[in-house]
């Protein structure tokens, strides 16, 4: 028994990496969103209020992550046209990311230009970054069976935590050694290696082609609003979510900074705890599905999250550093109970003949539709306090948690009845 247990162990982990090497050029995709998101996005609102500026302007670099929510506006093409190299969507992943790569380099020349010529090129690039990202959400859709989406769905938020501690935890975190050329360039060249084994991997022909493409014949290309028609219900369950989980879990940070925290303990919470519970949450989260029930697994994180809000209520009504911080955490690892569900269902949801698009909307629509409140939320802060804001938020979210619950329990029973 004890002399087979070596090789029986050695086997299993031979099956288990043959089994996640396919994930691999997602995974490394997925780490050059979260980096440059995290280096152009995350990192700045929080050396700013550091440095005294009000949380309403702090708010207005939210506009950085913009293009995450307009995709569905060039989605149209991206399921419509192929460039003239590599396959369909490999060849849209690599413009885009190329294209990113080049816009971080010229950001790395500007570290005294004025203000607005760097906001443009920050938007510029999480516009390449973005487009990235939907093309190879449909190359999910088009050629990973459905059982298999899930380990897609916690390789998407591995690497884009994996990312982000990368982009804020450690190139912001480095900024006085690295400088603005450095660190711009670091992630250059991090979205350079990172786009390179995609690049290797042949495109399978998309499953379900045959019906996919006649259902693209008979449908007129009407652009987005046509799909949107289709699929508003849906959009707007996410867009409800998307916003009541910023409104009760985004701010937590600034508001650490308003309780006395230093920049230092708020900026390793956001790019090294938040990031590194992600990951870990993004690991168990299938198995958790598996054993638990999907929707299960959502309302067990959303009542976590409604505790963390409740902790920060306490915490900011009582100037308590160290309790805001908990809470914080506690927020962390409640919310990424969520990442995998919701993701997978996007995936589900987006199954069809236009899967960019699709994807495009339930995603980037429904993030849209939440930025005025991503925007205004620091200047509500502001406006009624704290701890009135905090509690404003946990209703909202048990409401949008719960249609986001109804919503995935429909499709399940509906998929379960299709087979």
């Avoid at 690497?159 to 050329?181: F, H, P, Q, T």
Wanted: glycine share 12%; with cysteine; hydrophobic share 55%.
């Amino acid at each position: 028994m004890t002399g087979s247990a070596g090789p029986a162990i050695g086997t299993r982990v031979i099956d288990t990496l043959a089994g996640l090497r396919p994930l691999a050029p997602f995974f490394c995709l997925y780490v050059t969103f979260g980096a440059t998101l995290g280096f152009l996005s995350g990192g700045a609102p929080l050396i700013l209020r550091a440095r005294g500026v009000e949380l309403a302007e702090v708010g207005l670099l939210q506009l950085i992550n913009l293009p995450v929510g307009l995709t569905f506006l060039w989605a149209p093409l991206l399921d419509r046209l192929r460039l003239p190299f590599l396959s369909h969507r490999i060849g849209w992943i690599a413009a885009a990311q190329a294209a990113s790569v080049l816009l971080l380099v010229v950001l790395s020349l500007g570290e005294t230009w004025p203000l607005l010529a760097l906001l443009a090129l920050a938007i510029a690039a999480c516009a390449c970054v973005a487009t990235m990202d939907i093309a190879l959400e449909a190359l999910v859709v088009e050629t990973v069976p459905a059982e298999r989406r899930a380990f897609v769905a916690s390789a998407k938020l591995c690497g884009a935590s994996l990312g982000g501690i990368l982009g804020v935890g450690v190139l912001v975190g480095s900024y006085d050694s690295l400088g603005w050329r450095g660190a711009a360039l670091t992630c250059a060249a991090l979205d350079a290696l990172c786009l390179l084994p995609i690049l290797g991997c042949g495109e399978a022909r998309p499953r379900g082609a045959a019906g996919s493409r006649a259902g693209e014949d008979t449908e007129p290309w009407s652009g987005s609003l046509a799909r949107l028609r289709r699929l508003a219900g849906r959009v707007l369950v996410l867009g409800a979510y998307f916003a009541a989980s910023y409104l009760v879990a985004g701010p937590n940070t600034l508001a650490l900074l308003d309780l006395g925290a230093s920049l230092g303990q708020v900026g390793a919470l956001t790019g090294t705890v938040l990031p590194a519970v992600n990951l870990v949450m993004a690991l168990a989260a299938g198995w958790l599905a598996a054993r638990f029930g999907t929707v299960r697994l959502i309302l067990a994180g959303a009542l976590g999250v409604l505790a963390s809000g409740g902790l920060m209520v306490v915490a900011c009504a009582g100037r308590m550093a160290d309790l805001g911080i908990a809470a914080a955490v506690l927020s962390f690892v409640a919310g990424g109970f969520l990442g995998v569900p919701v993701f997978n269902m996007i995936y589900r949801w987006a199954q069809g003949p236009r899967p960019a698009t699709d994807y495009a909307l339930l995603f980037g629509a429904a993030f849209f539709a939440a930025m005025p409140l991503r925007v205004t939320a620091p200047a509500l802060a502001g406006w009624i306090g704290w701890p009135g804001y905090f509690a404003a938020t946990l209703p909202l979210y048990a409401a949008a948690v719960a249609w986001l619950a109804v919503a995935v329990s429909r499709t399940l029973r509906a998929d379960g009845a299709a087979r």
